[in-house]
């Protein structure tokens, strides 16, 4: 149902137009006013069940190169409100349905001294606040660069956070839990030990960031349909606990370069007094335009395995060969160099893996360093370019495809592009074509490395451009994608639904590289998974790396129940088996968990969660009546009380629960679980026990 009508005398009362313009909830929980100070500068707050959330808080942007920005010396030239209520069906999701319901109040702003004009466009849900800025067409604002963004968040106190250090590159960091007054010196430390952070404020942290108040208010600040635009970080004013907006400059240090009519991505809060509704809340999604492809027929969920853990650890290499100066001297024909003997993504080997997701029913097989340029690339240049067409010698394209097809698979495509995005839009046309020629529908991207040209940054506004040039024009060819080191994501999978993952954040592969705090994943719900979901790739079921390649020393800080939990925890749409066959093969009865998951969901509910201690999610599978149930826990010990009463009525159902041994531990007893089969109704209660750094799965199947 889509209902779109004007209801100001509804939503305001007010006898001048300067006035305070306030604005409700379509529940009342959330109240938002707006107004103009004495110096024409706009400001608003936002109450959360009659409680300050967010302070007076001013808005505006600061201009490059003119002599007056849009700041301040406003005046309320018209304002306008409506209301909307709909419910759409997303392609793939959580639910099978979302509400898109909420109050809107723009307000238009003129600038008598420049004769410009601003729209402030506020939309209130019931679980928080979205707002943007909007230029329309005028004489006196076509063309503009933005040297700042000065939005303002203004904290009610000394808040708890869970964040990461502010950087234009990179979202790959343990978060850091700790109180608003800590993060100045927190981050002064990861500053000296990372040199990708650019000239950032040494208090600025990246969205999205969650908060909890000192009376159990729970704050989440990120953005929503980021596009033409550049990423929104947060700097803060650590004495007045005020966050500001700070956009991510390009090569000359511009923040924007924008010509009206134009607008810029929603700015959001989300509130909630119930972690578990940050978790459950579709605000960001419906802050985005709906889908702009129409036959969505052939975007479909995916689970996975892939030639790709064992490169991340060692034990094999993306590149064919070695021979560095060789292929560098322009030999195309990769007879005349010597193979290393530890190429990957050879003939045998992905047989090897397409074998093993046949006979375990996994859709695909992810085959990363199958081209040419590989060689180079880890050896000598940084400013090296790959080819996306040319596969080395013992990767035969046909063969591994036709051989693929017959087992009921298909192959994902791999694109490195080593940040030379340039040569990648050259290319894209003949690499999708490519793909579409050989059977690939789905292709993960990568950007590792510095952005060419140099000087740009991986989230300004020309580099966002690019990713979302590549989504469309993927979309062209009917083709996925799951872009790694891109821009986070901000619900733009919902106007293009092919976008079915990201990574942009600490993900799996970090296990291999020394690791990361067992409470991660009970942390990235509320902060990454917030604007989409992430290609986490879990599933690892050896966390001794080092019988993977004895010189890899890094240990997986997990347990096996806790890594099968991921699977419902971490919502995506694209669930990868990471580890290798051989390691599920040792696990038959925990792998039976991943075999049986599914990847799409009608319904979800979250049945208890804290940020960085815990989070237990039932989901139940699209299409059936079986449930998935997934607990995550940090670093204390803890047991979880749930009911069943999710289930249906009248029905009853085998649960078989994955669950830590009582002496399960991330560090010490990872590979301890028992497996237990039980009946259950919705009228069942389960106390269940998490060890640190565990968890536990539990399958929910129907009885016939």
Known sequence: MKNLFFASLILFAFSSIAEAQQLKSPEGKFVMEFSLQNDGTPVYNLKYKNKEVVKTSKLGLELKDDKKSLLNDFTIADTKTS????????????????????????????????????????????DGLGFRYEFPAQKNL??????????????????TAFWIPGDYDTQEYDYTKSKLSEIRGLSQKAYTANVSQKSFSPTGVQTSLM??????????????????????????????????????????????HMQAPNHSPWRTIIVSDDAREILASKMTYNLNDPSKIDNTSWIKPVKYVGVWWEMIT?????????????????????????PNGTHGANNANVKKYIDFAAANGFDAVLVEGWNEGWEDWFGHSKDYVFDFLTPYPDFDVKALHEY??????????????????????????????????????????????????????????????????????????????????????TGIARTYPNLIGNEAARGTEYQAFGGSKPNHVTVLPFT??????????????????????????????????????????????????????????????????????AVDWS?????????????????????????????????????????????????????????DAKDAHYKTNP??????????????????????????????????
């Open 83 to 126: 209301t909307f209520d709909e419910t759409w069906k997303p392609v793939w999701g959580e639910v099978d349905h979302i509400r898109n319901h909420y109050n809107e109040l723009a307000v238009t702003l003129n600038q008598k001294s420049t004769d410009r004009q601003i729209v402030i466009r506020f939309r209130l849900f019931d």
């Open 142 to 159: 076509t063309y503009f660069v933005i040297k700042e963004e000065r939005s303002q968040f203004a904290m009610t106190g000394d808040h």
């Open 211 to 256: 908060l909890k108040t000192a009376d159990g208010i729970y704050i989440n600040l990120h953005e929503a349909a980021l596009i033409d635009y550049s990423c929104m970080h947060l700097n803060l004013d650590d004495k007045n606990f005020v966050f500001e907006s700070w956009l991510t400059p390009d090569a000359k240090g511009d923040k924007g």
């Open 314 to 338: 060692g034990k094999s290499s993306w590149s064919y060969t070695n021979d560095y100066p060789t292929v560098q001297l322009g030999v195309t024909d990769f007879a005349k160099a010597k």
């Open 404 to 489: 693929a097809k017959s087992k009921g698979v298909k192959i994902i495509m791999h694109h490195e592009t080593s940040g030379s995005v340039r040569n990648y839009e050259r290319h894209m046309d003949a690499a999708y074509k490519f793909m579409n020629d050989n059977g690939y529908d789905a292709v993960k991207s990568g950007y590792v490395g510095d952005i060419l040209p140099r000087g740009e940054n991986h989230y300004s506004q020309w580099i966002v451009n690019h990713y979302q040039y590549a989504i469309e024009k993927a979309a062209d060819y009917k083709i996925m994608v799951n872009a790694h080191e891109a821009v986070r994501p």
């Open 528 to 597: 990454r998974l917030i604007g989409g979901p992430m290609d986490y790739t879990p599933g690892i079921f050896e966390m001794d790396i080092s019988k993977m390649n004895p010189e890899n020393k890094s240990h997986v800080n997990s347990t096996i129940c806790n890594q099968l939990a991921l699977y419902v925890t971490m919502y995506s749409p694209l669930q990868m088996a990471a580890d290798t066959p051989e390691n599920y093969n040792r696990f038959p009865d925990a792998f039976q968990f991943i075999k049986d998951v």
């Open 603 to 659: 319904e979800s509910k979250y049945i208890e969660a804290e940020p960085g201690d815990f989070i237990t999610v039932a989901r139940k599978a699209k299409g059936t009546n079986n449930w998935f149930v997934g607990n995550v826990n940090g670093e204390t010990p803890r047991t979880s009380n749930i009911d069943f009463s999710f289930l249906e009525k009248g029905k009853k159902y085998t649960a078989t629960i994955y669950a």
């Open 671 to 704: 590979q301890a679980y028992t497996i237990k089969k039980i009946a259950v109704t919705n009228k069942s209660k389960l106390s269940q026990f998490s060890a640190p750094g565990g968890g536990y799965a539990i399958s929910i199947i129907e009885n016939k």
